[in-house]
């Protein structure tokens, strides 16, 4: 299991068809909040959930869970740099996206949100009656899932210990599952083999790449960076419009062959003294 560092081909290219080296990832948090009401359907565990969701973020779009923060670290001058060489039309995004504004805190950059603080999502509220017409009930129980995108040094077990310190304090009724989760990973763009990783793809696209500290998303690499200690890079070889995970996934065929000159360019670029 020894390398000097490792490769991973995946992912798209920058919409502009501008080649990009991704540096490292979020993690992920998955759980779920379950409250239960008494036989006869009183206390609502419904308002139990909603009020004690209010206390894990506020109005403004900070998450408040107690002690989140603690291992959170603030991006280096390195990475903050990178970050903002990176184009962005906000207002395009917007338009895409078909919303008015995006979600607070309104006074962060939009690559500073995505990369360098963690998230807090619903992703479904379930209780009571949904169907057809009215019911005038009072649910027995009600479940929330929910996830969060992980930075830094956090890990799933840390973040997930804040939160059922949290539950307990707030509505020790409530019972928190974890359901499972993946750990953020990043490699310091300050890396010896930053240049030659950026190097080979400049020199198999003829341009040189965009560089990105971390992405919003979560991939499981931190099996290479935090397990076997090696530097790890993402080096998309996929045009931006791949269509990653649907039915008609495809790989334009230039792509395909500018990512074997990239590999081809990193072998002989490692090679050198």
């Known amino acids: 299991m020894k390398a000097d560092l490792v490769v991973i081909a995946d992912g798209s290219l920058h919409p502009s068809g501008m080649p990009v080296v991704q540096m490292g990832v979020r993690g992920l948090l998955n759980f779920e909040l379950h409250a239960r009401g008494a036989r006869q359907d009183v206390p609502n565990p419904a308002w139990t959930l909603v009020q004690l969701l209010a206390t894990m973020k506020s109005p403004t779009g900070e998450i408040t869970i107690d002690g989140l923060h603690d291992a959170v670290e603030p991006p280096t001058p390195e990475e903050v740099e990178a970050a903002q060489a990176l184009p962005i039309d906000v207002p395009r995004v917007r338009e895409q996206l078909g919303i008015p504004r995006l979600d607070g805190p309104e006074s962060r950059g939009y690559f500073e949100r995505l990369m360098f603080h963690p998230t807090l999502t619903i992703n479904g509220l379930h209780s009571g009656y949904g169907g057809p017409g009215m019911k005038t009930i009072i649910p027995c129980e009600a479940s929330v899932k929910c996830d969060m995108r992980l930075i830094g040094s956090q890990s799933t077990d840390q973040v997930f210990d804040r939160i059922v310190q949290h539950v307990a304090?707030?509505?020790?009724?409530?019972?928190?599952?974890?359901?499972?989760?993946?750990?953020?990973?990043?490699?310091?763009?300050?890396?010896?083999?930053?240049?030659?990783?950026?190097?080979?793809?400049?020199?198999?696209?003829?341009?040189?790449?965009?560089?990105?500290?971390?992405?919003?998303?979560?991939?499981?690499?931190?099996?290479?960076?935090?397990?076997l200690g090696l530097p790890a890079f993402l080096v998309p070889y996929a045009n931006a419009d791949q269509s990653n995970h649907a039915p008609n996934e495809n790989l334009r065929v230039d792509c395909f062959l500018n990512g074997i000159r990239t590999g081809a360019a990193l072998l002989s670029l490692l090679a050198e003294p």
């Open 169 to 227: 304090r707030r509505a020790p009724e409530v019972e928190a599952t974890r359901l499972n989760g993946m750990e953020p990973w990043k490699t310091p763009v300050t890396s010896p083999f930053t240049t030659k990783v950026m190097s080979s793809v400049e020199r198999a696209h003829g341009q040189r790449p965009m560089l990105y500290p971390v992405i919003g998303g979560s991939l499981p690499n931190y099996v290479f960076t935090g397990t």
